[in-house]
C-alpha cells in the first residue's frame, strides 16, 4: 500500500525524509503548486485514490478540510487514514527515554511564547527544541531525552484539527480570540479546535490559560482549564498573557522565577510584530506585518497615538467587531482593494497595488508627530510569500523614502 505526502512545503519534505529513512519509497506527493516534485512521485488525479492503492495520507497544517483530495476521501468512504508529522512522530515515541514534551496554542503571540520559553529553559543549562508551527518541523527532531531534555511543540488550529495521536506533558493556551474563520468554518469551530489541546494531555494536568473569556469553556470542563493572572502590564513587547503562560510552565518545571526575569527583562524587538524600526524628524514608522488578525492590529493600533494604518490580505472571515480602528488613526492604507464591512467614519480611505504608491499618501495625509504602521490584520499570500516578505517590502520603500541619510 502506498502512502501520499498531501502538500509539499517545509512539513511535507520533513515527512518525505522520515520515509526515506525508514526504507519506505512507495509514496507519491500531491501539492496544487508545488514545481520541484520528482514526476515519478507526483499524483494528480483523483481516480488514482482508493482503498486498495493507499492507506495513508500525509497531511500538512493548511490543507483545508474541504480540500478536493481529503473530500474524495471522505465522500466515497475510502479506508484511508488521514495523519500529520505530529501523528508520526507520536507514535514513534515507543521507549521511555522520551523528553518532556509542551504544547503551546493560542491565536496570537504563539510563537513569541515558544521562542521565549525556549530561551529561558537554555538559560539554565537543559537541552531543549522548538518545534511544529516554528523552528524545526518535529520529524526533525529526535525522539531521545538524551538529546533534548525538552521538546517545546507550537500547535496552530490546522495542526489540532487533523491530529490524533499527541501525548503532551504540559499544554498551554496563550490567548483565543477569532481568526481562521474560513478554514474553520465558524467561530465555534475555531475555538473549539483550540481547546482540544487539553484532551492530550498525559496525566490528569489542567491546561494553562493566558488568557480567554471564560464563557468559552463548558461549566462541565472549567475545572479542566487553569487561569494565570500573574502579570500586570506589557514588559519589553512581552504581553500579558504570554508572560503568564511562560510563568505557570516554568513553575511547573520548577525552574527559578530568576531565570524568567532575566529573559523579561531584556530590551527585545520581535521581527514583523510592532517593530519601531525607523524615526525621522517627523514621523515614525513601525513594521506590524506579523499582525494577521483584527485582534492584533486593535492591540497594535492601542500603542499608537496618532498616524496612518496600512491594512492587507485575506482577512479569513473574522467578524470585523474584533477591529477597531480609534479616532487618531486618520488614514486607512489598502494594499488591494478595500474589502471590509467597518465604518471608518471621516477617516481618508486610500487604495494602492504597490508599496511604491505609499510614500505620496503619506507625504500628503501626515503630519509631525504621526506614526505610519503596517498592521495589516490579513494573511498575506496574494500578494507575497509570507508576512516577513511582506514587512520586508514596506521597510525597503519606508528605508529608501525616508531613513537614507541625504548624501
Same mark, same amino acid.
Given at each position: 500500500?502506498?502512502?501520499?505526502?498531501?502538500?509539499? /512545503?517545509?512539513?511535507?519534505?520533513?515527512?518525505?525524509?522520515?520515509?526515506?529513512?525508514?526504507?519506505?519509497?512507495?509514496?507519491?506527493?500531491?501539492?496544487?503548486? =508545488?514545481?520541484?516534485?520528482?514526476?515519478?512521485?507526483?499524483?494528480?488525479?483523483?481516480?488514482?485514490?482508493?482503498?486498495?492503492?493507499? /492507506?495513508?495520507?500525509?497531511?500538512?497544517?493548511?490543507?483545508?478540510?474541504?480540500?478536493?483530495? !481529503?473530500?474524495?476521501?471522505?465522500?466515497?468512504?475510502?479506508?484511508?487514514?488521514?495523519?500529520?508529522?505530529?501523528?508520526?512522530?507520536?507514535?514513534?515515541?515507543?521507549?521511555?527515554?522520551?523528553?518532556?514534551?509542551?504544547?503551546?496554542?493560542?491565536?496570537?503571540?504563539?510563537?513569541?511564547?515558544?521562542?521565549?520559553?525556549?530561551?529561558?529553559?537554555?538559560?539554565?543549562?537543559?537541552?531543549?527544541?522548538?518545534?511544529?508551527?516554528?523552528?524545526?518541523?518535529?520529524?526533525?527532531?529526535?525522539?531521545?531525552?538524551?538529546?533534548?531534555?525538552?521538546?517545546?511543540?507550537?500547535?496552530?488550529?490546522?495542526?489540532?484539527?487533523?491530529?490524533?495521536?499527541?501525548?503532551?506533558?504540559? =499544554?498551554?493556551?496563550?490567548?483565543?480570540?477569532?481568526?481562521?474563520?474560513?478554514?474553520?468554518?465558524?467561530?465555534?469551530?475555531?475555538?473549539?479546535?483550540?481547546?482540544?489541546?487539553?484532551?492530550?494531555?498525559?496525566?490528569?494536568?489542567?491546561? !494553562?490559560?493566558?488568557?480567554?473569556?471564560?464563557?468559552?469553556?463548558?461549566?462541565?470542563? &472549567?475545572?479542566?482549564?487553569?487561569?494565570?493572572?500573574?502579570?500586570?502590564?506589557?514588559?519589553?513587547?512581552?504581553?500579558?498573557?504570554?508572560?503568564?503562560?511562560?510563568?505557570? !510552565?516554568?513553575?511547573?518545571?520548577?525552574?527559578?522565577?530568576?531565570?524568567?526575569?532575566?529573559?523579561?527583562?531584556?530590551?527585545?524587538?520581535?521581527?514583523? &510584530?510592532?517593530? !519601531?524600526?525607523?524615526?525621522?524628524?517627523?514621523?515614525?514608522?513601525?513594521?506590524?506585518?506579523?499582525?494577521?488578525?483584527?485582534?492584533?492590529?486593535?492591540?497594535?493600533?492601542?500603542?499608537?497615538?496618532?498616524?496612518?494604518?496600512?491594512?492587507?490580505?485575506?482577512?479569513?472571515?473574522?467578524?470585523?467587531?474584533?477591529?477597531?480602528?480609534?479616532? /487618531?488613526?486618520?488614514?486607512?492604507?489598502?494594499? /488591494?482593494?478595500?474589502?471590509?464591512?467597518?465604518?471608518?467614519?471621516?477617516?481618508?480611505?486610500?487604495?494602492?497595488?504597490?508599496?511604491?504608491?505609499?510614500?505620496?499618501?503619506?507625504?500628503?495625509?501626515?503630519?509631525?508627530?504621526?506614526?505610519?504602521?503596517?498592521?495589516?490584520?490579513?494573511?498575506?499570500?496574494?500578494?507575497?510569500?509570507?508576512? &516577513?516578505?511582506?514587512?520586508?517590502?514596506?521597510?525597503?520603500?519606508?528605508?529608501?523614502?525616508?531613513?537614507?541619510?541625504?548624501?
Amino acid at each position: 500500500m502506498k502512502s501520499m505526502i498531501l502538500g509539499y /512545503g517545509s512539513t511535507g519534505k520533513s515527512i518525505e525524509n522520515y520515509l526515506l529513512r525508514q526504507n519506505i519509497s512507495s509514496y507519491t506527493i500531491w501539492d496544487d503548486y =508545488a514545481t520541484d516534485i520528482s514526476p515519478d512521485k507526483s499524483e494528480s488525479n483523483l481516480e488514482n485514490i482508493d482503498s486498495g492503492q493507499y /492507506g495513508s495520507i500525509y497531511i500538512s497544517p493548511g490543507i483545508p478540510p474541504d480540500h478536493k483530495v !481529503i473530500s474524495h476521501v471522505y465522500t466515497n468512504k475510502l479506508d484511508i487514514s488521514i495523519e500529520t508529522d505530529l501523528d508520526i512522530y507520536f507514535k514513534s515515541l515507543s521507549h521511555t527515554d522520551i523528553p518532556i514534551i509542551i504544547g503551546i496554542t493560542g491565536t496570537n503571540g504563539k510563537s513569541t511564547c515558544v521562542e521565549l520559553l525556549k530561551e529561558i529553559i537554555l538559560s539554565t543549562g537543559v537541552k531543549v527544541e522548538a518545534c511544529g508551527n516554528v523552528g524545526h518541523p518535529i520529524l526533525e527532531c529526535s525522539t531521545s531525552k538524551s538529546d533534548n531534555d525538552y521538546l517545546i511543540v507550537e500547535l496552530s488550529s490546522f495542526q489540532l484539527h487533523y491530529a490524533k495521536s499527541l501525548n503532551l506533558d504540559i =499544554a498551554a493556551i496563550v490567548n483565543i480570540s477569532e481568526d481562521h474563520i474560513d478554514w474553520h468554518g465558524n467561530k465555534e469551530n475555531y475555538q473549539k479546535t483550540k481547546l482540544s489541546i487539553n484532551k492530550y494531555l498525559s496525566k490528569d494536568n489542567r491546561t !494553562i490559560v493566558g488568557q480567554m473569556p471564560t464563557d468559552l469553556i463548558p461549566d462541565k470542563d &472549567r475545572s479542566k482549564y487553569l487561569f494565570i493572572d500573574k502579570a500586570r502590564e506589557e514588559k519589553n513587547n512581552i504581553s500579558e498573557d504570554i508572560q503568564n503562560v511562560i510563568i505557570a !510552565i516554568c513553575e511547573e518545571l520548577k525552574i527559578e522565577r530568576k531565570y524568567v526575569d532575566d529573559v523579561f527583562n531584556k530590551k527585545r524587538v520581535s521581527e514583523h &510584530r510592532f517593530d !519601531i524600526f525607523g524615526q525621522n524628524n517627523k514621523l515614525t514608522f513601525v513594521n506590524d506585518s506579523k499582525a494577521t488578525n483584527f485582534s492584533s492590529v486593535t492591540k497594535g493600533l492601542a500603542k499608537v497615538e496618532r498616524g496612518l494604518l496600512i491594512m492587507h490580505g485575506d482577512y479569513k472571515g473574522v467578524d470585523e467587531s474584533f477591529l477597531e480602528i480609534h479616532d /487618531g488613526i486618520h488614514t486607512v492604507v489598502f494594499y /488591494g482593494e478595500p474589502n471590509l464591512d467597518y465604518n471608518f467614519g471621516d477617516k481618508k480611505i486610500y487604495s494602492i497595488n504597490t508599496f511604491h504608491e505609499l510614500p505620496s499618501i503619506i507625504d500628503s495625509e501626515c503630519d509631525k508627530g504621526d506614526t505610519v504602521i503596517l498592521s495589516p490584520g490579513g494573511s498575506s499570500f496574494e500578494h507575497f510569500k509570507d508576512y &516577513r516578505d511582506r514587512g520586508l517590502g514596506f521597510m525597503k520603500i519606508i528605508s529608501e523614502n525616508y531613513l537614507m541619510e541625504e548624501k
